[in-house]
C-alpha cells in the first residue's frame, strides 16, 4: 500500500504517484497513451504527463469537470518541477487537493464502459 502524507508532512512527486499512479494511468490508458511499466514509481516529469493525459482522455469523452481538475493538477505539478524550494510544497498540496478523485473518477469511468479495474 502507497505510503500517505499527515497534513504536516508535505507530499512529494513520489507520493502523488505511489497513491494515484494506477488511477491516472487506469483513465489516460484509455486513449491509447504509452503508460510507465509501474505508474506508481515514476519520475516528476512522468507524472505530469499522466496526469495530463488522462485529462485529455476525460476532455474526449466530454467529462469536462474532471478533466479540468486534472489538468489542474497538471498545472501545479509542472509549477512544482521548476519552484523553488519553498514554494514547492504550496503547489505539490495544491495538486494533491486536484488529485483527491482520481479514485473515483477512475472506478466511474471503468463502470461507464462496462470495466472491472482494481486500482
Do not use: W
Amino acid at each position: 500500500m502507497a505510503k500517505t502524507t499527515t497534513a504536516a508532512e508535505a507530499p512529494t512527486f513520489a507520493s502523488l504517484a505511489g497513491r494515484h499512479g494506477r488511477a491516472l494511468a487506469s483513465i489516460a490508458g484509455h486513449d491509447n497513451n504509452p503508460l510507465p511499466a509501474d505508474p506508481t514509481t515514476v519520475d516528476d516529469a512522468g507524472l505530469v504527463e499522466l496526469v495530463t493525459g488522462a485529462a485529455a482522455f476525460l476532455t474526449a469523452c466530454r467529462r469536462f469537470e474532471d478533466a479540468e481538475t486534472l489538468e489542474s493538477a497538471a498545472g501545479y505539478l509542472a509549477d512544482a518541477r521548476t519552484a523553488d524550494a519553498a514554494d514547492r510544497p504550496t503547489l505539490l498540496r495544491q495538486a494533491q487537493k486536484h488529485l483527491a478523485t482520481t479514485y473515483d473518477i477512475a472506478s466511474e469511468l471503468a463502470c461507464d464502459l462496462g470495466e472491472e479495474r482494481d486500482f
